[in-house]
T-cell receptor, first 113, second 114 residues
Framework: AAGVIQSPRHLIKEKRETATLKCYPI?????VYWYQQGPGQDPQFLIS???????DKGSIPDRFSAQQFSDYHSELNMSSLELGDSALYFC????????????FGSGTRLTVV | AQSVAQPEDQVNVAEGNPLTVKCTYS??????LFWYVQYPNRGLQFLLK??????LVKGSYGFEAEFNKSQTSFHLKKPSALVSDSALYFC????????????FGGGTRVLVKP
């Protein structure tokens, strides 16, 4: 069965650079969620989209932005990267009610050096 | 605001013994509750969910969880733990409104010793 696809799997960037993370949801899932998981931390909600509109916003820094495109894939853009941005970034997709659970991608590990 | 508490950072259990991972939650209205497992450097794998109906939910790999509304708990259980169950377990909750985000607990590391 198709799963949530995230790319790239690993990314190394220098401080003050920019990064773009991509997420392709499961077909017919129209809701996408982004989470950030720091070392030894639980996943923290960043932002979500439903039908290409932002539906909720969590602890996402102003340096980050995201959008959902017409094919429902989503991109998380991160600028002026800081060392503290090093984390595992997960994308999840679901149907709008989410009662079938969220399906998470394998994540993008971002390392800022 | 919704929240999840996993009071134990780590649970140690001998292989073959029962395993319990505790979770309590706080959310407005009736909850959707989930358990996920995470292996090192891997994504979050769905184990089971409570949506409605029977309070005892059976999930993947022999895991089950019991929804207790009065105690606002959703403890994860497995009758006989395996060494391969050693991983990080996250409990999560969301409200029932469309688009509500999933809020995770802090995670409990399970170590099953042979």
């Amino acid at each position: 069965a198709a799963g949530v696809i995230q790319s790239p799997r690993h990314l190394i960037k220098e401080k003050r650079e920019t990064a773009t993370l991509k997420c392709y949801p499961i077909p017919r899932h129209d809701t996408v969620y982004w989470y950030q998981q720091g070392p030894g931390q639980d996943p923290q909600f960043l932002i979500s989209f439903y039908e290409k509109m932002q539906s909720d916003k969590g602890s996402i820094p102003d340096r980050f932005s995201a959008q959902q495109f017409s094919d429902y894939h989503s991109e998380l853009n991160m600028s002026s990267l800081e060392l503290g941005d090093s984390a595992l970034y997960f994308c999840a997709s679901s149907t709008p009610t989410g009662n079938y659970g969220y399906t998470f991608g394998s994540g993008t590990r971002l390392t800022v050096v | 605001a919704q929240s999840v508490a996993q009071p134990e950072d780590q649970v140690n259990v001998a292989e073959g013994n029962p395993l319990t991972v505790k979770c309590t939650y706080s959310v407005s209205g009736n909850p959707y509750l989930f358990w996920y497992v995470q292996y090192p450097n891997r994504g979050l794998q769905f184990l089971l969910k409570y949506i409605t109906g029977d309070n005892l939910v059976k999930g993947s790999y022999g895991f089950e969880a019991e929804f207790n509304k009065s105690q606002t708990s959703f403890h994860l259980k497995k009758p006989s733990a395996l060494v391969s169950d050693s991983a990080l377990y996250f409990c999560a909750v969301r409200g029932r409104a469309a688009g509500n985000k999933l809020t995770f607990g802090g995670g409990t590391r399970v170590l099953v010793k042979p």
